[in-house]
């Protein structure tokens, strides 16, 4: 007789409403209208799913955040990071507000030239440029933040070449108590890496050094990492001006405030411990303003600030396709439209709110993706009202980086549509079909029978 193998038996408990770390898994309230407009009407509209962008979020959100540091400081400039968002339509309402172009690639750079941002407010960013690029950004007088002592010596070896001049600056990263450090980018300022480049430049034939870089970070909720950065640049500066009587004209602290989306595994809920712009801003300038400028000239304060911006700004419209029992009784609401259009999704708790009015009784439930992929998970173990197919959902806070990571995936990416201060809704991008997305492809002679 043969032994029967012996497996440790199971329990599993349905765990409706049980606490997780940060308390009783929420729902959402339902947002039923956009900008005046309801979601019902829009998805009648404009079918399901579909992006909208609220103009005038955007620019509440911009002056909100240029206010906060022009009222501190008297010479502030704002870039619009590209990569954060770089539909033109929202390009050219932040670069209306006044921000310049921050760019991170060659195909960046052009996009602004297109978005008719002059070549002298055009701060050209990222670890690769090629010498194509380079000369480009020369011709137009751009600012070139060099990354690596490579590029800053193929610039020289350039600008000798053709005998053009090069306005630049350079990265730095450094230690300013945040974790990780990110130090994968630009020069090193502890090591004194950052004043070696200033030396190669001070001492090159045609590169002109007008500012000095960081991007330490992002979604960085300590404004006295920020005050530790300011003081580390300034000293560079400052060192600059006494050893070479050279003055910078300029200190860019780059991106990085948090927007209104909470992290995934957080203890708090964003609202509860990100800092307002007044926050930063008040963090930075004084900083600034503490140090002793030749002159009691200060140098500009630049900002490339992304996600803070845009985030709040974006929804994607949804709808549910079905809802199912999972094996372990749990609900699960498949959407039309997953992961692959919600990068963000990946750091995000995104919220996930019913574009209609709801029962009250609620229902441990996943919220997944149309992906025929696992990981098409949106939201796990809400409690969540009883939606049905066809209703509409919205998740907001999803104007940074998802329309720029987005994968086109097993489903078409859908259109983008802004809605204007006086509520018109324009397309500003066609949603994609089978001609768009195989316009690249060939197929060779002999697969063509
Ligand atoms: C150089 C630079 N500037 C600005 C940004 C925008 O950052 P954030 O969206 O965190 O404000 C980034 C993003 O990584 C960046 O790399």
Redesign the pocket.
């Known amino acids: 007789m043969k032994k029967n193998k012996f497996e440790v038996p199971v329990i599993q408990r349905v765990n409706p409403g049980m606490p997780g770390k940060t308390g009783m898994g929420q729902g959402y309230s339902p947002i039923t209208e956009i900008d005046g407009i309801p979601v019902k009407e829009l998805i009648e509209r404009f079918g399901s799913p579909f992006y909208l962008i609220s103009e005038k979020k955007l620019r509440e959100t911009y002056r909100k955040a240029y206010q906060a540091f022009a009222s501190r400081y008297p010479r502030v400039q704002f ?1 619009w ?1 590209y ?2 968002n770089y539909l033109n339509a929202v390009c050219r309402v932040f670069h209306q507000e006044g921000a310049w172009a ?1 760019v ?1 690639s060659g195909f960046e750079y052009e996009k602004a030239l297109f978005n008719g941002v002059p070549g002298n407010q055009i701060i050209f ?2 670890p690769l440029k090629t010498e194509h690029d380079l000369e480009k950004a020369m011709d137009n007088q751009s600012v070139i ?1 060099l990354d690596h002592f490579d590029e800053l010596f193929t610039l020289i070896r350039l600008s000798d070449r053709l005998q053009k001049k090069a306005r630049v600056a350079i ?1 730095i990263n450094m230690d300013t108590g945040i974790f990780p450090k990110w130090d994968r ?1 630009g020069f090193t300022y502890e090591n004194n890496e950052a004043w070696h480049a200033i030396e190669f430049i001070m001492q090159s034939g045609f590169l002109e050094l007008v500012g000095l ?1 960081t ?1 330490i ?4 909720l300590s404004t006295q990492a920020y005050r530790i950065a300011v003081q580390k640049m300034s000293a560079l500066a400052l060192k600059t001006n006494a050893t070479y009587g050279h003055r910078i004209q300029y200190l ?1 602290l ?6 209104a989306n909470t992290l995934k595994g957080a203890y708090h809920a964003a609202a509860d411990v990100v800092p307002s712009f007044d926050a930063y801003a008040d963090a930075i300038t004084s900083a600034m303003l503490q140090q002793n400028w030749p002159d009691n000239n200060p140098p500009y304060l630049f900002l ?8 709040e700004a974006g929804y994607l419209l949804s709808s549910v396709t079905a809802t199912k029992r999972l094996s372990d009784g749990r609900r699960a609401l498949i959407l039309d439209a997953g992961v692959n259009l919600l990068f963000t999704t990946f750091w995000y708790e995104l919220e996930v709110h019913p574009g209609i009015e709801t029962t009250i009784s609620t229902d441990e439930t996943d919220i997944v993706g149309p992906l025929c992929m696992n990981i098409d998970v949106i939201r796990k173990n809400l409690k969540y009202p009883l939606l049905e197919p066809g209703d509409p959902v919205v998740i907001p806070r999803i104007g ?2 998802n329309m720029t990571q987005w994968m086109q995936f097993i489903t078409y990416r859908p259109a983008i549509y802004m809605v204007d201060e006086s509520q018109q809704v324009h397309l500003v991008r066609k949603g994609e079909d089978l001609q768009y997305l195989q316009q690249l492809e060939q197929v060779p002679d002999h697969l063509k029978k």
């Open positions: 870039a990071s990569k954060t921050e991170v960013n990222g933040h990265r980018f870089h991007h970070g992002t979604y960085i860019d780059g991106g990085g405030f948090a927007s490339e600030t992304g996600r803070a911006l845009v985030d940074a980086y």
